[in-house]
T-cell receptor
């Protein structure tokens, strides 16, 4: 069975600093990978997705992620965070038409 | 972009009553809709998958007689929590896909509190 592991439950970072949120998945077959953001009491918003092609994927709000097949990772990065980036971030994998989510990472951006 | 709405956004009901949550795709036809449940500070857990005009497929451990899902049209799916109990209190989120697309579009969620 597929699984997704987000290695950090909380990531505190100062405003304008770079950040990386780590995600590893387990699957022996091709997968589609996603990062979603969730603000308090709201649904999920898609940040970016990897379906095929270039392993470096750029998304909204200045985020990007790199698909690394050999390491089965899909880490999310942003070179300079803002206070407004404070939220919950979920990595997800799909290869059967269903999404399997990681446990989430809380990004706390401090002034 | 593709927009999914949910109604109500929050609901409080008494133990033993039933409550219905609607999920609508506003600007596209949703061939498949998904229902998730999210407990505080936790991830989303898929409850069931529904395709228009057919019975929902429930994930293991989800009681289909308790969580009734109806996908009557290409733009509407409903989740009815029957005989609700306090342990059913949660954040329920739906999502939808269009055609063969892999991307799921999420609704804003419904906060259910059972007293």
């Amino acid at each position: 069975a597929q699984s997704v592991t987000q290695l950090d439950s909380q990531v505190p970072v100062f405003e304008e600093a770079p950040v990386e949120l780590r995600c590893n998945y387990s699957s022996s077959v091709s997968v589609y990978l996603f990062w979603y953001v969730q603000y308090p009491n709201q649904g999920l918003q898609l940040l970016l997705k990897y379906l095929s092609g270039s392993t470096l994927v750029k998304g909204i709000n200045g985020f990007e992620a790199e698909f690394n097949k050999s390491q089965t990772s899909f880490h999310l990065r942003k070179p300079s965070v803002h206070i407004s980036d404070t939220a919950e971030y979920f990595c997800a994998v799909d290869n059967t038409g269903k999404l399997i989510f990681g446990q989430g990472t809380t990004l706390q951006v401090k002034p | 972009g593709a927009v999914v709405s949910q109604h109500p956004s929050w609901v409080i009901c008494k133990s033993g009553t039933s409550v219905k949550i609607e999920c609508r795709s506003l600007d596209f036809q949703a061939t498949t809709m998904f229902w998730y449940r999210q407990f505080p500070k936790q991830s989303l857990m898929l409850m069931a998958t529904s395709n228009e005009g057919s019975k929902a497929t429930y994930e293991q451990g989800v009681e289909k007689d308790k969580f009734l899902i109806n996908h009557a049209s290409l733009t509407l799916s409903t989740l009815t929590v029957t005989s609700a109990h306090p342990e059913d209190s949660s954040f329920y989120i739906c999502s939808a896909t269009a055609g063969g697309a892999y991307e799921q579009y999420f609704g804003p969620g419904t906060r259910l509190t059972v007293t």
